[in-house]
């Protein structure tokens, strides 16, 4: 069996809203092995995002255990998440994220510019993402010349561009018509085949479908 990548135990996460304390995350675990692709299922409010933002180090437990890699994340400090958000972790977004000033290079060229992992072979690199996504043809483009289809490509390039070892995905067809949307699964398929370790959140059966293993969550723990 593979090497475990993302291995999460009894995790809690709560927020202050008010006067009241709202319970997210109620004593989660979730192992992950490299390669795999996995999606998280569950209806809105039942804290897919909140387990996302955690593994992705954008937020920290209340308690629990995090390792990525083997390493405690909990024990990271700030500019080691951040070291790890930018050499570890692709983000996929329903809303795309791009910047809409620059071209699908220079937004695939982002993570570099916020890494120290800038060398010579990161143009490299840059085109041979936005090649795998099939937008070689639309390099130059601007996101409002482009499809929402091609937009979210876009999007998947700049997260596998600096090769991490774990994409995030976040709804990522929530924004796509039917048949966009599974050209978009098709390809976490295609990336996932040749190694690529995919965490997807949905609320859709359907989407979820395509993952090789679902896990449900509802209201903040795994059923």
């Not at 999606?39 to 992705?56: E, F, R």
């Amino acid at each position: 069996m593979a090497a475990r990548l993302v291995d999460l135990t009894n995790v809690f996460k709560s927020y202050t809203v008010g006067p009241s304390t709202v319970s997210v995350l109620k004593n989660v675990d979730l192992s992950v092995a490299r390669g795999e692709f996995v999606a998280v299922m569950g209806p809105s409010g039942s804290g897919k995002s909140t387990l996302l933002h955690i593994l992705g180090c954008l937020d920290r437990p209340d308690s629990g255990r995090y390792f990525l890699d083997r390493r405690n994340m909990l024990n990271a400090t700030d500019s080691e998440l951040s070291r790890t958000r930018a050499h570890q972790i692709g983000f996929v977004f329903q809303t795309f994220n791009l910047i809409h000033n620059l071209d699908v290079y220079e937004n695939v060229e982002l993570p570099f510019l916020y890494s120290a992992r800038q060398n010579g072979s990161s143009e490299s690199r840059i085109k041979a993402a936005i090649g795998q996504v099939g937008l070689t043809g639309r390099i130059t483009h601007k996101p409002f010349q482009l499809s929402g289809g091609e937009m979210q490509r876009a999007a998947i390039a700049r997260a596998v561009a600096v090769d991490p070892k774990l994409i995030l995905a976040d709804e990522p067809t929530g924004n796509l018509d039917a048949a966009t949307g599974r050209e978009i699964l098709n390809l976490f398929q295609a990336l996932n085949e040749k190694g690529a370790t995919i965490i997807m959140v949905t609320h859709n059966q359907s989407v979820a479908a395509y993952a090789r293993r679902v896990m449900n969550l509802n209201d903040g723990r795994f059923e």
